[in-house]
Nanobody, 113 residues
Framework: QLQASGGGLVQPGGSLRLSCVAS????????MAWHRQAPGKQRELVAA???????NYADSVKGRFTISRDNAKNTMYLQMNSLKPEDTAVYYC?????????WGQGTQVTVSS
């Protein structure tokens, strides 16, 4: 019900755009977010956005990543620029809704030369 896409292999300094589509019983969403998990590390919040467009970013991605959404399409995006090797991780979309936590399947982002 949360389908993420857009990951891949990119060189340092490059860009990627992730997408996450919510479907099925996931509607009337307020908060949508991206998390990531690198090998051997805990999952961390990357960015979040409300239905009204308020955003929040991890310090490590401020100025490089931009989160956005299309409420009519129940779709969220993450534009990632100036990528660094330390951005390598599996990226997950996340929606907290009506007391439940919904996670997408994850999309791998690898930043390497």
């Amino acid at each position: 019900q949360l389908q993420a896409s857009g990951g891949g292999l990119v060189q340092p300094g490059g860009s990627l755009r992730l997408s996450c589509v919510a479907s099925g019983s996931i509607f009337g969403i307020n908060i949508m977010a991206w998390h990531r998990q690198a090998p051997g590390k805990q999952r961390e919040l990357v960015a979040a956005i409300t239905s009204g467009g308020n955003t929040n970013y991890a310090d490590s991605v401020k100025g490089r990543f931009t989160i956005s959404r299309d409420n009519a399409k129940n779709t969220m995006y993450l534009q990632m620029n100036s990528l660094k090797p330390e951005d390598t991780a599996v990226y997950y979309c996340y929606v907290p809704l009506r007391g439940l936590n919904y996670w997408g399947q994850g999309t791998q982002v690898t930043v390497s030369s």
